[in-house]
């Protein structure tokens, strides 16, 4: 919703600006605590860490720029479902049959989504490869933070950081600079105190000293609520197809999540 509370400034831009903001906050934070040597990293960790935030967030805001708001925000968030489907072949956890299943109700969503007999623009193609690839980009770097458990969390910042120079010159060289009005300025400011800053520090805690399973069976009700949230600011009606996409992503992500739950002994 802040992202399309931010429409008008192209998307590298304006994840550069929401990570300049996140990145500079993050690191005023770090600093205070005295943790700065956390920015030293071995460069597959910055790898890692920039790949996801940078990859993920030039995708979501391409996705918004070129797909209506609701469809894109639907086949990006995916993402739950395809944490719990990684989970088996990089971490090593079983895959049953209830993930399966799950992963079908959630193509099914897909498909009635972006099917036959939906209509869009020609345009709208575009955004709804770039929402795809958000949810694999996005799986892929939470599940494989597991594996980088190593790196403190302190070093997002310089993630950040990072993220908003890559995003930058990536502006620089393939869009046109647009100068935000007020509403603009704001909305940015907001994505990078929230979205594109305090939240990238929770998530890698919990994905780093938690079940990636058990946070995807969290993650699930964040679509209705991300959904819903974009109607209620005025992008996008109340459809059948979103409502039935919504169900049928949301309750397939939540059977392949409860058949991930870890065993006890």
């Given at each position: 919703m802040l992202a399309?509370?931010?429409?008008?400034?192209?998307?590298?831009?304006?994840?550069?600006?929401?990570?300049?903001?996140?990145?500079?906050?993050?690191?005023?934070?770090?600093?205070?605590?005295?943790?700065i040597g956390a920015l030293r990293q071995p460069p597959l960790a910055w790898v890692h860490g920039v790949g996801g935030l940078f990859g993920y967030h030039a995708l979501y805001f391409t996705a918004l720029a070129f797909a209506p708001a609701v469809e894109a925000n639907l086949l990006n968030y995916l993402w739950p479902l395809l944490i719990v489907l990684f989970s088996a072949p990089i971490l090593g956890l079983k895959l049953r049959a209830a993930h399966l299943l799950g992963a079908g109700m959630g193509f099914a969503g897909c498909v009635v989504i972006v099917g036959p007999g939906a209509s869009f623009p020609a345009s709208a193609t575009l955004g709804f490869l770039a929402a795809a690839g958000c949810a694999v980009t996005w799986a892929l770097y939470s599940v494989t933070s597991k594996r980088m458990a190593a790196v403190p969390t302190d070093a997002v910042a310089g993630f950040c950081l990072a993220s908003a120079l890559l995003a930058g010159l990536a502006h620089l060289m393939f869009e046109s600079t647009v100068m935000p009005s007020g509403r603009q300025w704001l909305g940015a400011a907001l994505l990078g105190l929230g979205p594109v800053g305090a939240a990238f520090f929770l998530w890698d805690v919990g994905m780093k000293r938690g079940d990636p399973r058990l946070l995807g069976t969290l993650a699930y009700g964040v679509p209705v609520a991300s959904t819903l949230l974009l109607i209620s600011g005025g992008d996008g009606a109340l459809s059948w197809r979103v409502v039935v996409a919504t169900a049928l992503v949301s309750t397939g992500g939540w059977i392949a999540a409860q058949a991930g739950r870890p065993e006890t002994a």
């Amino acid at each position: 919703m802040l992202a399309r509370f931010s429409a008008g400034i192209p998307a590298l831009q304006l994840t550069a600006m929401a990570f300049a903001i996140g990145g500079a906050a993050s690191l005023t934070v770090v600093m205070a605590r005295g943790q700065i040597g956390a920015l030293r990293q071995p460069p597959l960790a910055w790898v890692h860490g920039v790949g996801g935030l940078f990859g993920y967030h030039a995708l979501y805001f391409t996705a918004l720029a070129f797909a209506p708001a609701v469809e894109a925000n639907l086949l990006n968030y995916l993402w739950p479902l395809l944490i719990v489907l990684f989970s088996a072949p990089i971490l090593g956890l079983k895959l049953r049959a209830a993930h399966l299943l799950g992963a079908g109700m959630g193509f099914a969503g897909c498909v009635v989504i972006v099917g036959p007999g939906a209509s869009f623009p020609a345009s709208a193609t575009l955004g709804f490869l770039a929402a795809a690839g958000c949810a694999v980009t996005w799986a892929l770097y939470s599940v494989t933070s597991k594996r980088m458990a190593a790196v403190p969390t302190d070093a997002v910042a310089g993630f950040c950081l990072a993220s908003a120079l890559l995003a930058g010159l990536a502006h620089l060289m393939f869009e046109s600079t647009v100068m935000p009005s007020g509403r603009q300025w704001l909305g940015a400011a907001l994505l990078g105190l929230g979205p594109v800053g305090a939240a990238f520090f929770l998530w890698d805690v919990g994905m780093k000293r938690g079940d990636p399973r058990l946070l995807g069976t969290l993650a699930y009700g964040v679509p209705v609520a991300s959904t819903l949230l974009l109607i209620s600011g005025g992008d996008g009606a109340l459809s059948w197809r979103v409502v039935v996409a919504t169900a049928l992503v949301s309750t397939g992500g939540w059977i392949a999540a409860q058949a991930g739950r870890p065993e006890t002994a």
